[in-house]
DNA sequence: GTCTATACTAGGATAGAC
DNA sequence: GTCTATCCTAGTATAGAC
């Protein structure tokens, strides 16, 4: 029962922001002209400014939504489990999904936050805070229990996250590494990272359990 | 006895060279426009491009130099010693010294790569693959001698020059923690990630005496 | 070595017709 | 919702005087 003109509005938005996205991810925002969008999607600079007020307000967009994204995955990740190791991995694999479904996006939202303007920018920045405070709150924990050995936990958790977003710089769909790989290597790095010993029930129990003599 | 022209084109060079650095680290290669650069150093566009041919050029030639300082100063740092945890520290002294004391350069070399041209980019990904290239004998080497438990390689490395990388988008001198403490605390992680628990002869053995009773 | 002046292209954004 | 046409600014680069 929707209207033409509503379904072409959504079809529209949306091809909108996906060309903004790769365009913004390969050549850089500031690179990126409001043209070749245009052209991406096969709309005029004018029918463009239908949709979007400037420029910028398609990047406050796709920042917005990714990290609203990321920021509720992550918090379902945190109130999964209250064992920090399951914590850590849960946030380890929802970065790591997210930026392996999607890296243009995640390297948008990763590079290029300089060119919101200030106000915007505050607002995207307590995204980006609220979502960093949940690996601070697992290294917490995880510290606290004594499980995790950490002497600088800022650094450290700086350090995690960083490594995280390595992967965003050369993952690529259907490179030699599925993302389940992905996720254990970089699991197995954290907790040695973090000094965890101690074995975890679940996947990492299996893998210990099927290595050892019967 | 050097003629005034020479001085002043040595003068002028640095100097634009200089304003190219401080600019394209904060506002990006793209952003940045020739007139920008001339602004700053109190020239015109047209004295630049007495200096150089194209602001590619410019990018290339701070690329080549710093990278250059960057693999001869890991290349002395490998050959201090043979010990795989002496040369995992020196590489990390030399890259969190380097990106200390010019964070500008280093956040131009570390995220321009892609705005060189095909050729150009590739003679830089070279000396940067030289570079890599140290990272990974050292922790192969410390793999084949028992002292790090690796279980993939090329993760590990990229992890590590994540991470030292890092350092690089919120270092500032003047900042709460002195080059010394940063070095210390990022050996302290890589040797964690490394999983090496031998102790070191040097700096780390002696704080480990200070702290443990008499 | 540095300037003035200028060529040419492309940038973001808007008015108003359909 | 999408177009044509256009405004104004800023981009890189060059010629030629001093």
Redesign the pocket.
């Known amino acids: 029962m929707e209207s033409g ?2 379904r ?2 959504e ?2 938005e949306q091809r909108i922001l996906d060309a903004a996205i790769s365009l913004f991810a390969t050549r850089g925002y500031a690179a ?5 969008i245009a052209d991406k999607v ?6 463009l ?2 949709y979007a ?4 307000d398609l990047l406050l967009r796709i920042m917005r939504l990714g990290l609203g994204e990321l920021l509720s995955s992550g918090q379902e990740a945190m109130e999964g489990s209250s064992d920090p190791r399951e914590q850590i991995r849960g946030l380890l694999k929802v970065h790591l999904t997210f930026a392996a479904s999607n890296p243009e996006r995640a390297r948008v939202i990763d590079n290029e936050f300089q060119w919101l303007k200030e106000e915007e920018r505050e607002s995207v920045i307590a995204l980006r805070d609220a979502y960093e405070q949940l690996w601070a709150d697992a290294i917490a924990n995880g510290d606290r229990k004594g499980l995790f050995e950490v002497k600088n936990a800022s650094l450290t958790r700086l350090a995690l996250l960083e490594m995280c977003n390595g992967a965003t710089h050369w993952f690529r769909p259907n490179g030699p590494m599925s993302l389940e790989q992905i996720v254990g290597a970089f699991e197995d790095m954290a907790f040695a990272l973090l000094r965890c010993d101690e074995p975890l029930s679940g996947a990492s129990a299996l893998e210990a359990a099927a290595q050892s003599p019967q």
Chains 1, 2 share one sequence.
């Open positions: 003109q509503t072409k509005r079809n529209s990126t002209g409001i043209r070749q096969g709309l005029t600079t004018a029918s400014y239908y007020h400037t420029k910028d």
